[in-house]
């Protein structure tokens, strides 16, 4: 006898930052039946996998949370300016209890497929522990750096020590005294080094890219400011959604040509020394990002810190960047410092590739062994669409995602996708490219409304029409040319994956702007999105 799935208004897959508020909205304010699935072991999503030395926020704590409610705003403080993996996951546990969301979320659970039916409108999740659910609305809460990508390196197998990506960090692993490896030096990797340093017996920095990073600045947050954060939250928050990176700060309207040299260099110093890569890109001045001039004297003021930090001057000039300051902005606290220790080796692998990984560590091309205990992969992920390709989703026609979005995955406003009724991503491609926690709260909410909209007026199907994610898909790629972003090599375009083809995954308008689209398009009665109310479900 076959058991009959079980039937949900609504299914969500993910308990991040996302997830989490997304049950919140679907459950607690719109009333319907929904569960959420999480294939982790606990809630926390990104902050539940990565427990790497050193993981935190690299955005100031005050604007890395959710701003939806007052009481929780003011019962919840941080201690520092940036936020721990800890102390993030432990306020996501606080929202979960806060909000008595836990028994609606299925933990160590994969969803494996997901199947549209267009005679019900209905879609079918299969579990990896073999149930069914139907649902009318599906949303994703995957998260944009959810699926690890590893190196391929000749040998990488053979290694007896312990290998770990830092996206998936076992809980408990100690480094500690080790002689540790760590292939990777963006926002992660750096973050890695720093702590990681302290720890072991010696740390081998294999360098795929030297970056641009700036001081983090971190330090106890007082009592004075909690207070006044506390007080005035609603203008600090309009403050945030009326910005483009939504970080908090004051955006630059300066173009850094229009100032005397002296005046450049000044604000770059006050930036620095305040710390937070953000602001030092999008705080000093508005055009680093435009502007090659503009660009190379932000870059200039960075490489002439290394050398002023690094005391060995050859170290100094493999850790500086000679490309465009165009990649995500990274900041952290002492990362140049700490290649002035006696336990850290840099080897730059554009200058001295890995040959091979062994047995015992890791053979570089200057025929030099590096033996190791631990080797640390901290080289990223399949941004975007990687968690989606994991999951088997078929709309229309039997469909696949997978090869609707093939090599360049395409969207509309990063929610909706043609072919695919009622199935909604959070931050899916081409989303606003900003601080993620206010980002990801703009497209539950919107999502929310969108389906509350949709169950008051009988509406069955709300799916993004092909012309609209075409030209979406178009503008984002034509807005992000616009940018030197495009002119260097990172994961934000997908090209931190060997063999793929270059892609648009960002809108890069702002958050401003981006919300001010949402409304539109709903001002508009949903421009963009085909509305079908044959075989309706019931309305609320």
Not at 135 to 153: E, K, M, Q, R
Not at 244 to 262: L, P
Request: hydrophobic share 35%; charged share 25%.
């Amino acid at each position: 006898m076959t058991r009959k799935p079980t039937h949900l208004d609504a299914i969500v897959i993910g308990a991040g930052f996302a997830g989490i508020y997304m049950l919140h909205k679907l459950r607690n304010e719109l009333g319907v039946r929904v569960r959420a699935f999480e294939r982790g072991t606990g809630i926390g999503g990104t902050w539940h996998w990565n427990r790497y030395p050193g993981a935190a926020a690299d955005v100031d704590s005050i604007v890395y949370r959710y701003s939806f409610d007052s009481d929780l705003l003011r019962e919840w403080n941080w201690k520092n300016r940036y936020a721990t993996q800890p102390e993030i996951l432990a306020y996501l546990e606080h929202v979960v209890d806060r909000f008595e969301l836990r028994e609606d979320i299925q933990l160590d659970t994969t969803v494996e497929s997901l199947t549209f039916d267009e005679d019900s409108n209905l879609w079918t999740a299969r579990t990896d522990r073999g149930e069914e659910f139907t649902a009318t609305y599906v949303v994703g809460a995957l998260g944009p750096l959810s699926t690890p990508i590893f190196p391929d390196i000749e040998g990488r197998d053979s290694f007896a020590g312990t290998q770990v990506h830092t996206g998936a960090w076992p809980e408990g692993f100690d480094i500690t005294g080790k002689k540790v490896g760590v292939i990777g030096t963006g926002s992660t990797g750096t973050q890695f080094v720093g702590a990681a340093a302290r720890m072991t017996e010696h740390l081998t920095v294999f360098q795929r890219s030297a970056q641009y990073v700036v001081p983090a600045g971190d330090a106890p947050l007082s009592d004075e400011f909690i207070e006044d954060y506390r007080e005035n939250h609603e203008q600090f928050w309009k403050q945030v959604f009326d910005s483009r990176v939504a970080c908090g700060f004051q955006e630059s309207e300066t173009s850094a040509m229009e100032v005397s040299v002296e005046e450049r260099e000044r604000r770059f110093e006050e930036s620095w020394e305040k710390g937070n890569g953000f602001h030092f890109m999008f705080g000093t001045f508005a055009d680093i990002a435009f502007n090659p001039e503009s660009n190379e004297a932000a870059a200039s003021f960075i490489r002439s810190k290394i050398a002023e930090i690094v005391r060995d001057p050859e170290t100094a000039r493999k850790l500086m960047p000679t490309d465009f300051y165009a990649k995500r902005p990274i900041c952290n606290t002492g990362y140049y410092e700490t290649y002035n220790r006696d336990n850290v080796t840099l080897v730059s692998t554009k200058e001295n590739p890995i040959v091979r990984i062994t047995p015992t560590g890791v053979e570089t091309e200057d025929g030099t062994r590096h033996d190791l205990d631990v080797l640390v992969f901290a080289t990223g992920y399949e941004a975007m669409q990687g968690s989606y390709n994991r999951i088997d989703i078929r709309g229309r026609g039997g469909v696949t995602l997978k090869e609707h979005w093939g090599e360049a995955p395409s969207s509309y406003l990063g929610v909706a996708t043609t072919g695919f009724p009622n199935l909604f991503t959070v931050f899916g491609p081409n989303s606003v490219f900003s601080n993620l926690p206010p980002a990801l709260q703009t497209q539950v909410d919107w999502i929310a409304e969108t389906i509350e909209a949709a169950r008051r007026r009988g509406i069955a199907t709300v799916e993004a029409t092909a012309a609209a994610e075409e030209e979406w898909t178009a503008m984002c790629r034509e807005m992000a040319e616009h940018s030197l972003f495009a002119q260097t090599d990172s994961w934000i375009f997908g090209s931190n994956i060997p063999g793929k083809k270059r892609r648009t995954l960002f809108y890069f308008g702002g958050i401003a702007a981006y919300r001010e689209k949402l409304r539109e398009i709903v001002a508009a009665d949903y421009e963009g999105f085909t509305l079908d109310h044959e075989g309706s479900p019931t309305a609320a």
